[in-house]
C-alpha cells in the first residue's frame, strides 16, 4: 500500500508495516523479578491502609506487596484474586492514578506513589503463568444460576458462584467472553490476546458453560430464565451510545468510538485497518482518549479530542490525558460540537466555546471549526435490551430488581463505570445469591 | 580545612582511613590502587609462616545479606590468611613501602602459637621498612581450627604471652587484633596490654552463616553442598564493633589504650562515631569490596567538612570525645522524662506508629478517622519505637518534660537526677538501709 499520513480521506496502511506492532506494544511493560523487588521495597506496609480502602474490590493491598518483597509472588496473586478474580485485567486497565495510587502516602509525601498497579501486575501475570488456577469449588450446591453477559461484572459473579458450589451457566450475546475487556480496552493495554487467556484461566474452576451467541430478549427471556434457574444475574453492560445530537452527525465518517476500539482489538492486521487524515474525537472519557491514541498510532496526521467543559472535569485521568498529549494527541477543552459539515462525506466539525457556570453550560458565541475526515463519538454508552418490566433508576438496573433476580456491572446503578468496580457488584451480587440459595440472611 | 593527617602509636598517615587486613591488601597491585584513590594506610593481607602457603576453597568466599535493592548490608567470608609465599609479599611490601613513604604500611601476622615461629617471621618482616605489626588473634574460620587466629584470641593469656613475644623480638610497634567471637571484649584488650601491645584494633569478624539454601538444605556460602562458618563484617556489624570499642575505651583497666576501629565503616559518618567512641584511627573493608577505592574520597571530604562545622582542628579533638557518656544502665536518669511528639505538617498518615504501639507497646497513640495520629501522654513510656517505625526522618521526636512538669502518665512531677542505685525499688538499696 502506498498511503502515508498524509493521505486524504479514512485509509489503511499509514505506516511502514513495521510501525504497527511498535506502536501497539505494551505501553506498561511488565516489572522483572528484580524490578519488582525494588518497587515493593517502596511500600511501607501502612496500618489500614489507604490504598485498600480506595480499591473498590478491597484488595489487601501492603499484604500482597509484602508477599512480593518476600519472594513469593504466587502467594501475592492468591491475596489479589481472592478479592478480584479478574485483578491481572484490573492491573493493566485500573485508572490506579485516580484510586489506590492516589491515596497511598507516598504519593501524598513524595508524588511518587507505590507502583501498586505494576506490581499487581507482576503478581498475576507471575501465577497465571504456571497455568495453575488457585480456586476450587466448594462441594455441590445442586443450585444452577444463569448469568447474562460475559463481561468483568458476569464473570465475577459466576467464578465466585461456581466456588460456592453452584453451576453456573454464562449465556453471551457476542461470539468471545470477556466484554469491554475484549471489545473496548485499548490494544496497549492489553496485548498478546490477555483478555481471552483470563478467561479461559477463570474457567479452569470449573462449574460454569458459557453459551455464546444468546441475547436476552432475542434468544431467551427473563422469564424463561427465572423459571428455568434458581437465581438469574443481569451484566449486560451498556451496549447503545450516545448521540451526537448535532447536524451532520448521519455523514459517512462519522462512528462510535466503541465500534472503532471493538475493530481494533479484533484485528488481526492493524495495517488493514482505516482510520483518517483528520481524526476528532467528541468526548471526555477513557473511550475518547483510547480512541484518540490509538488513531494516532494508525498513522494519522491530527488528532484532536474536543471535550465540552474543563480538563478537570474530563473523566479521563489526568495520567490518560497526558498520555494522549504526548502521543501526539491535541485536547480542546471547553467547546461543544454544533454541526459536522460535508457532502456525503465528513469534512469538518463545526465547534462553539462552552462555558461552564453555575446554571449548567452555556453556548457561547465565538467558535472555531476543525478539519475533519473521520469524528469518533465518545460521550458515553447507555443502557439498551433491559428487560421490560424493570423500573430503570437513572436509566440503569437496579441491582437487586426482584426475587431471584440481580443486576451488576455497567448497566446497574451505582458506582463507576470502571472494570473493576463491575468486578467488585459481581462478586458482591455473588455472595447475595450465594446467601438467598442457601438460606441464610442476605 | 580541618587536618586529617593522623598520627596512631607514631605511625603517620595522611588520613586516619586505613584498609583492614583482607583480601583488598594482599599484593602490591591492589595496595597501589588503594593507595593512588587516597586511602592513607594499609594492613597487608595477614602472612603466615615459611613454608607451602595455606590453600583456599575454590567455590565461593563470601556470602552475603541485602536490602531490596541488592545493597549490600552483611558480607561473610571463608578466606583464610594470604595463600602467597612468604617472600613474594615481603617483597612487594618493600616495594609499596619505599614508593608510598606518606602512607602507613602494616603487616599483619599469624604464625602457630609458639616462640620461634613468632621470632623467626618477625625477623624476616624486619627489612620490609614497614611501619608496624598487627597481630591477627581475630580469624575466626579455618586457621582457628589450626589453634591460630580466634583460638588465640579467645585465651587471654595466649594473647598476652604472644604479645610479649613480638615486643620483645621486634622494635616495630604492635597491634593486636581482636575477635569479637568472646563474652567479654575488654578481658583481650587487658591480655594485649599487660603484653605491651602499643595499641589493639577491633572488631575482627563475627562467626556467622548468612543464610540457608533452602532447596539444597546448605548454608551460605556452600561449597559441593556443604558450608562452613564464616566471619561477619559489612554495615549490619557496626553496632557491635562500636559497643567493643566503647567498653574498651571506657573501661579503666584499658582506658588511654589506643585502638583502631574496625566494623562495618562505610561513610564519614560511621568513622566519626568510631572515633568519637575512642577509636584513633579506623579501618575498612567491606565498603572498599562493595564499591571500590574510590569510596575513601567520600570519608576524607565528609569527615573534614564535619570537623570544620565543629571546629575541630585535629583528629585528636574528636577522638574519644563520646566516652565520657558512654555509661551503665543503673547510671541512667530515671527522671528524665520525654513524651513523643508527631507533627501534624510532617505525618504522611501510613499508621505505622499507631500499629506499632497499639499492638506491641503501650496503646499511647490515637487514630482518628481521617487518619490523623496524636500521643497520648498519659499513656506514652517514650519507648522511641514510633520513632524508630516512622518512614519521615524528624516526623515523631521525643520532647523532654521540664522540670517541675508533672507527668501525666504517673502523676509525678519531673525532679532532678537520681538513678537505680539510689531507687526505693532496687533490693540491694533496701538491704544497705
Given at each position: 500500500?502506498s ?7 479514512i ?33 511501607y506496609f501502612?496500618?489500614?491502609?489507604p490504598?485498600?480502602t480506595?480499591?473498590?474490590t ?12 518476600t ?22 486497565v485500573?485508572p ?6 492516589e ?15 505494576r506490581?499487581q501486575r507482576y503478581?498475576?501475570d507471575?501465577?497465571m ?7 476450587t ?6 443450585k ?5 453477559g460475559a463481561?468483568?461484572?458476569?464473570l465475577?459473579?459466576?467464578?465466585r458462584?461456581a466456588?460456592?458450589g453452584?453451576?453456573?451457566?454464562i ?11 475484549e ?8 496485548t498478546?490476546n ?11 474452576i470449573g462449574?460454569?458453560?458459557?453459551r455464546?451467541g ?8 427473563l ?5 428455568e434457574?434458581?437465581?438469574?444475574f443481569l ?13 451532520g452527525e448521519?455523514?459517512?465518517?462519522v ?10 482489538r ?14 476528532v474525537v ?8 483510547d ?5 494516532k ?5 491530527n ?5 465540552r467543559?474543563g ?13 494522549a498529549?504526548?502521543t501526539?494527541v491535541?485536547?480542546?477543552y ?18 462553539v466555546?462552552t462555558e461552564d457556570g453555575p446554571e449548567g ?9 476543525l478539519?475533519?475526515d ?6 458515553g ?24 433476580l440481580w443486576c ?10 470502571l472494570?473493576v468496580?463491575a ?10 445469591i ?9 | ?16 582511613f586505613?584498609?583492614?587486613?583482607a583480601?583488598p591488601?594482599?599484593k602490591?597491585?591492589?595496595v597501589e ?7 592513607g ?9 615459611e613454608?607451602?602457603?595455606?590453600v583456599n ?8 545479606i541485602w536490602?531490596a535493592d541488592?545493597?549490600?548490608?552483611g ?23 619505599r614508593k ?5 604500611l ?8 609458639d616462640?620461634?615461629s ?7 618482616i624486619?627489612d ?9 588473634f ?7 581450627e589450626r589453634?591460630?587466629g ?19 623480638y ?14 567479654d571484649i ?14 589493639v ?11 540457608v539454601?533452602l532447596d ?20 549490619a556489624v557496626?553496632p557491635i564493633?562500636?559497643?567493643?570499642v566503647a567498653?574498651?575505651a ?6 588511654g589504650?589506643?585502638?583502631s ?5 562505610t561513610?564519614w ?5 568510631f572515633?568519637?567512641?575512642?577509636a ?14 574510590k ?5 576524607i ?13 585535629d583528629t585528636?579533638?574528636l577522638?574519644?570525645r563520646a566516652?565520657p ?6 547510671y ?5 522524662v520525654t ?13 505505622r ?24 501522654d ?5 519507648c522511641?519505637l514510633?520513632v ?5 526522618e ?6 523532654e ?6 507527668d ?18 532496687n ?7
Amino acid at each position: 500500500m502506498s498511503n502515508s499520513q498524509l493521505t486524504p480521506g479514512i485509509v489503511p496502511g499509514r505506516l511502514p508495516a513495521a510501525a504497527y506492532a511498535e506502536n501497539f506494544a505494551d505501553h506498561e511493560p511488565p516489572l522483572d523479578r528484580h524490578e519488582a523487588r525494588v518497587a515493593a521495597d517502596r511500600c511501607y506496609f501502612c496500618h489500614d491502609a489507604p490504598c485498600m480502602t480506595a480499591c473498590p474490590t478491597s484488595i489487601d493491598i501492603p499484604l500482597f506487596i509484602r508477599q512480593i518483597a518476600t519472594g513469593t509472588p504466587e502467594a501475592a496473586a492468591r491475596t489479589i484474586l481472592g478479592q478480584n478474580i479478574l485483578g491481572g485485567m484490573c492491573a493493566r486497565v485500573c485508572p490506579t492514578e485516580q484510586l489506590c495510587e492516589e491515596v497511598c502516602v507516598r504519593e501524598v509525601a513524595e508524588g511518587k506513589p507505590v507502583e501498586i498497579g505494576r506490581l499487581q501486575r507482576y503478581a498475576t501475570d507471575t501465577l497465571m503463568a504456571t497455568g495453575v488456577h488457585p480456586f476450587t469449588r466448594a462441594a455441590s450446591t445442586g443450585k444452577r444460576v444463569a448469568v447474562v453477559g460475559a463481561g468483568p461484572a458476569g464473570l465475577a459473579c459466576a467464578h465466585r458462584l461456581a466456588m460456592k458450589g453452584h453451576d453456573v451457566v454464562i449465556l453471551e450475546r457476542k461470539p468471545k467472553s470477556g466484554g469491554l475487556n475484549e471489545y473496548g480496552i485499548a490494544t496497549y493495554k492489553t496485548t498478546n490476546n490477555f483478555a481471552q487467556a483470563e478467561v479461559s484461566w477463570l474457567l479452569k474452576i470449573g462449574g460454569i458453560e458459557v453459551r455464546h451467541g444468546v441475547t436476552l430478549g432475542k434468544d431467551v427471556a427473563l422469564a424463561d430464565l427465572l423459571a428455568e434457574y434458581d437465581a438469574v444475574f443481569l451484566g449486560i453492560g451498556l451496549a447503545g451510545v450516545n448521540a451526537l445530537r448535532a447536524a451532520g452527525e448521519d455523514l459517512e465518517g462519522v462512528r462510535p468510538a466503541v465500534e472503532f476500539i471493538a475493530d481494533l482489538r479484533q484485528t488481526e492486521n492493524r495495517a488493514t485497518l482505516p482510520v483518517g487524515r483528520d481524526v476528532v474525537v467528541i468526548g471526555g472519557g477513557m473511550t475518547a482518549v483510547d480512541a484518540a491514541v490509538q488513531s494516532k498510532l494508525l498513522g494519522a496526521e491530527n488528532v484532536t479530542i474536543v471535550y465540552r467543559r474543563g480538563k478537570e472535569k474530563m473523566s479521563a485521568s489526568s495520567y490518560e490525558q497526558e498520555h494522549a498529549t504526548q502521543t501526539g494527541v491535541r485536547i480542546i477543552y471547553g467547546a461543544a460540537p454544533l454541526r459536522v459539515v460535508g457532502g456525503d462525506k465528513a469534512e469538518a466539525v463545526e465547534f462553539v466555546y462552552t462555558e461552564d457556570g453555575p446554571e449548567g453550560l452555556k453556548l457561547s458565541s465565538e467558535g472555531f471549526t476543525l478539519k475533519a475526515d473521520q469524528v469518533f463519538k465518545a460521550i458515553g454508552q447507555t443502557l439498551v435490551g433491559a428487560p421490560e418490566g424493570i423500573a430503570l433508576a437513572g436509566g440503569k438496573l437496579p441491582r437487586h430488581p426482584a426475587e431471584k433476580l440481580w443486576c451488576g456491572g455497567d448497566c446497574a446503578e451505582g458506582g463507576e463505570d470502571l472494570t473493576v468496580t463491575a468486578v467488585a457488584e459481581g462478586r458482591d451480587a455473588a455472595e447475595d445469591i450465594h446467601a438467598a440459595l442457601m438460606g441464610q440472611a442476605g | 580545612m580541618a587536618n586529617l593527617a593522623s598520627n596512631f602509636i607514631g605511625i603517620k598517615s595522611p588520613n586516619p582511613f586505613w584498609l583492614a587486613s583482607a583480601p583488598p591488601t594482599d599484593k602490591k597491585v591492589n595496595v597501589e590502587r588503594a593507595f593512588e584513590a587516597g586511602w592513607g594506610g594499609v594492613v597487608w593481607k595477614t602472612l603466615g609462616s615459611e613454608g607451602p602457603p595455606v590453600v583456599n576453597v575454590s567455590g565461593p568466599r563470601y556470602g552475603a545479606i541485602w536490602g531490596a535493592d541488592r545493597r549490600l548490608l552483611g558480607l561473610n567470608n571463608i578466606e583464610l590468611i594470604t595463600d602467597r609465599p612468604l617472600e613474594v609479599n615481603l617483597q612487594e611490601i618493600k616495594e609499596v613501602k619505599r614508593k608510598w613513604r606518606d602512607r602507613a604500611l602494616i603487616i599483619s601476622l599469624m604464625v602457630p602459637c609458639d616462640e620461634e615461629s613468632w621470632k623467626d617471621i618477625l625477623k624476616r618482616i624486619e627489612d620490609t621498612e614497614a611501619d608496624g605489626v598487627e597481630l591477627n588473634f581475630g580469624c575466626p574460620h579455618g586457621m582457628a581450627e589450626r589453634g591460630m587466629g580466634s583460638a588465640v584470641g579467645q585465651v587471654p593469656e595466649y594473647i598476652e604471652m604472644v604479645t610479649r613475644w613480638v615486643k620483645q623480638y621486634s622494635r616495630m610497634p604492635c597491634i593486636v587484633k581482636l575477635t569479637p567471637n568472646i563474652t567479654d571484649i575488654r578481658k583481650p584488650a587487658e591480655a594485649a596490654k599487660r603484653g605491651g601491645a602499643d595499641a589493639v584494633s577491633l572488631i575482627n569478624t563475627i562467626n556467622s552463616i548468612t543464610s540457608v539454601d533452602l532447596d539444597d538444605f546448605a548454608p551460605e556460602p556452600t561449597i559441593d553442598g556443604k558450608g562452613t562458618h564464616g566471619g561477619y563484617c559489612g554495615p549490619a556489624v557496626k553496632p557491635i564493633a562500636l559497643n567493643m570499642v566503647a567498653e574498651i575505651a571506657r573501661s579503666p583497666a584499658t582506658a588511654g589504650l589506643p585502638i583502631s576501629g574496625i566494623g562495618g565503616v562505610t561513610t564519614w559518618r560511621d568513622a566519626a562515631e568510631f572515633m568519637a567512641l575512642g577509636a584513633g584511627n579506623v579501618q575498612v573493608c567491606t565498603a572498599a569490596m562493595t564499591y571500590g577505592f574510590k569510596v575513601v574520597q567520600e570519608m576524607i571530604s565528609g569527615l573534614s567538612d564535619y570537623m570544620d562545622r565543629k571546629g575541630f582542628a585535629d583528629t585528636s579533638e574528636l577522638v574519644g570525645r563520646a566516652v565520657p557518656n558512654v555509661t551503665d544502665w543503673q547510671y541512667l536518669n530515671l527522671n528524665y522524662v520525654t513524651k513523643a511528639h508527631i507533627s501534624q505538617d510532617d505525618c504522611i498518615k501510613c499508621g505505622r506508629c499507631y500499629i506499632a504501639c497499639e499492638d506491641t507497646s503501650h496503646q499511647a497513640i490515637e487514630m482518628t478517622a481521617d487518619r490523623t495520629f496524636k500521643v497520648k501522654d498519659e499513656e506514652c513510656v517514650a519507648c522511641n519505637l514510633c520513632v524508630n517505625v516512622c518512614p519521615v526522618e524528624n516526623c515523631i521526636t521525643m520532647v523532654e518534660m521540664p522540670k517541675g512538669e508533672v507527668d501525666p502518665r504517673t502523676g509525678r512531677a519531673v525532679s532532678d537526677y537520681a538513678n537505680w542505685t539510689q531507687h526505693p525499688n532496687n533490693p540491694s538499696v533496701r538491704a544497705a538501709e
